[in-house]
């Protein structure tokens, strides 16, 4: 399988130094996936519940756009600017995930970016 850069114009565009996604050896590596709105490009919620729902809001149109889907993520790497903020943001993950949930790795954001409270990375079969 050739490598295979993937769009969607249903999640949030990505800045130039890369891809939403990038579809290779039979898996989809989601690029870190901040909570923004793709219609505004501006980051959407204030609690770390809303921020992790269209993270993986995102994530989902990404998938989709690759031939994938959320049911298929094997290794996901969540991100977070408060480490306070996990309780929250596990709150949500188990709204998307209530059984056999992926692998996953949590982080703190070396970079503090206004309103930002988390990202979130996957890595789906393809």
Known sequence: MARQIVFTPKAAEPPPAYSQAVKAAGLVFVSGTAPTDPATNAITGTTIQEQTR?????????LEAAGSSLDKIVSATVVLADEDDFAG???????WFPSNPPARQGARLP???PGLKVSIAAIAEA
């Open 54 to 62: 269209q993270c993986l809001t995102n994530i989902q149109a990404i």
């Open 89 to 95: 943001m596990n709150e949500e993950w188990l709204r």
């Open 111 to 113: 970079a503090r970016i």
